[in-house]
């Protein structure tokens, strides 16, 4: 069974779990380290990938798959 937790890494590499498991033997896990964003970052992020979206967004093709929740 795989169980997602969410966790910390400190500065010298340490997890710690947000939560308390209940290992009843050793297990394996991998780590995903998510970057930081700050709300000014998330919004530069979006302003930047927006005209680029917009022409898949933006297309014929997009509106006739959509069209139907209309």
Do not use: C, Y
């Amino acid at each position: 069974m795989f169980k997602t937790i969410e966790a910390v890494i400190d500065k010298e590499g340490n997890i710690q779990p947000l939560e308390k498991l209940n290992n009843k033997s050793t297990k394996r896990a991998l780590v995903t380290i998510l970057d930081d964003f700050d709300d000014d970052t998330v919004q530069e992020t979006a302003i930047l990938s927006e005209a680029s979206l917009a022409e898949s967004w933006n297309s014929k093709e997009e509106d006739d798959a959509w069209g139907h929740l209309q």
